[in-house]
């Protein structure tokens, strides 16, 4: 059942990044590229980004080679039941403002949410029905994606599977190839290969 749910994460995350393809083709910011407040939500979006591949990799110190065979509930788990896709969000809103745009910042990030949000709902099931009862009590004490800071429980050790981790943080590093493309995309723009639209804030 978890793996029907991963199938449906991968789906979705394809058709959401043609969509988004298909839309940041057609639209741009209304601040030109160089412009000090297009520069300034583009650093922001690379210190999300930043803040995504740490997050990710971090919270595969915890679950790394575990989420099949137990139910983990410490570190990041214990104030968010899904921090991978919090921090996939993150990311997500970092990819957006590269774009140098407010309004697909934040477009492309509540997108994100939208789509983790419908994955995560989909592998409660799975995880409902492998653990019960157990399972239940930690949705009522910890949130789906907001953390409750104050719930966390970390232990001294923990084992770590490195070799997932490190699959983890190079999948993480993905989220970098959009400075690139943004700015591939800008240049067309710039130089009318493709016609913008509508600019956004």
């Not at 922001?44 to 919270?59: D, E, K, P, Q």
């Not at 774009?99 to 997108?111: D, E, K, N, Q, T």
């Amino acid at each position: 059942m978890l793996g029907l749910a991963q199938l449906m994460r991968k789906r979705l995350l394809v058709f959401a990044t043609v969509a988004l393809g298909a839309f940041v083709f057609v639209v741009g910011s209304r601040w030109p590229d160089g412009h000090v407040v297009h520069e300034g939500i583009e650093i922001f979006g690379i210190l999300l980004i930043g803040v995504c591949i740490a997050g990710r990799t971090w919270s595969s110190f915890y679950i790394a080679g575990r989420k099949d065979v137990s139910l983990v509930t410490i570190g990041p788990y214990s104030v968010c039941r899904n921090p991978l896709y919090l921090f996939s969000i993150i990311g997500a809103t970092g990819v957006g403002a590269q774009f140098g745009s407010f309004v697909i910042m934040a477009l492309v990030g509540l997108l994100a949410w939208q789509v983790f949000d419908l994955v995560a709902r989909e592998e409660e099931k799975s995880l409902e029905a492998g653990y019960g009862r157990a399972y239940l009590e930690y949705c009522e004490r910890v949130p789906r994606f907001t953390p409750r800071l104050s719930q966390w429980r970390g232990i001294p050790t923990i084992e770590i599977n490195l070799q997932r981790v490190t699959r983890t943080f190079i999948d993480a590093c993905v989220f970098l190839v959009a400075i690139p493309i943004a700015e591939t995309i800008e240049y067309f723009q710039d130089t009318g290969v493709l016609t913008v639209l509508f600019r956004l804030p």
